[in-house]
């Protein structure tokens, strides 16, 4: 079983910054990607970004692409995402995940964090 601890929600101003962090504990050896994924209220959960272990390759959704950042540590089996120029539109419970196959399909990731509230106000 893998558990995924997640942190660095909260409540910023648009075009404010904000760094999450997540770190897989447990049974690793069968996670090759990690990602994020974001759900407001009313909407369904979305792909956000994602990294592979293997090359380290990375996959973002467009709305986020050229401010958000994703980047980890596979030794730490650690992922972070830097969002920068934030908008009120990113507003939403962050997801990260964990699983074997990397990019924006929900179901390519097994395992869940518990989410993280973002705030981002006008």
């Known amino acids: 079983q893998v558990q995924l601890v997640e942190s660095g929600g909260g409540l910023v101003q648009a075009g404010g910054s904000l760094r999450l962090s997540c770190t897989a504990i447990?049974?690793?050896?069968?996670?090759?990607?990690m990602g994020w994924f974001r759900q407001a209220p009313g909407r369904e959960r979305e792909f956000v970004a994602a990294?592979?272990?293997?090359?380290?390759?990375?996959y973002y959704a467009d709305s986020v692409k050229g401010r958000f950042t994703i980047s980890g540590d596979p030794a730490k089996n650690t992922v972070y995402l830097q969002m920068n120029s934030l908008k009120p539109e990113d507003t939403a419970v962050y997801y990260c995940?964990?699983?074997?196959?990397?990019?924006?399909?929900?179901?390519?990731?097994?395992?869940w964090g518990q989410g993280t509230q973002v705030t981002v106000s006008s």
């Open positions: 995940a964990a699983g074997s196959v990397v990019g924006p399909r929900v179901a390519g990731y097994q395992y």
């Open positions: 447990g049974r690793t050896f069968n996670t090759y990607a």
């Open positions: 990294i592979s272990w293997s090359g380290g390759s990375t």
